[in-house]
């Protein structure tokens, strides 16, 4: 089994979506503090069941908020602007 150090989101064969250990760690969190942030709808994330996965553009498109911000972009804030589709990319 592959370990999350392997992965990268701008890898050719990342998945399509991350686990909450994987999301956890690509983002240098506690996986208690990632799980806290999706049960409060703070951060993306497709619920299925009682697991939760974290579509890789979510973390590619929040990637690219921060290095086009130039500066600390919070994530519920951000959450919240992508919703409202002020964020590019917004379905």
Not at 38 to 63: C, W
């Amino acid at each position: 089994m592959n370990t999350v150090s392997n992965f990268s989101p701008s890898q050719p064969s990342a998945p399509t979506f991350y686990n909450v250990a994987e999301t956890a760690e690509l983002l240098r969190l506690d996986q208690s503090t990632m799980y806290r942030h999706l049960r409060s709808g703070k951060f993306p994330a497709v619920k299925i069941g009682g697991r939760y996965v974290v579509p890789r553009v979510v973390v590619e498109r929040l990637i690219a908020e921060v290095l086009a911000a130039g500066r600390c972009v919070d994530v519920a804030d951000w959450s919240d602007a992508w919703r409202s589709g002020a964020v590019g990319g917004a379905a």
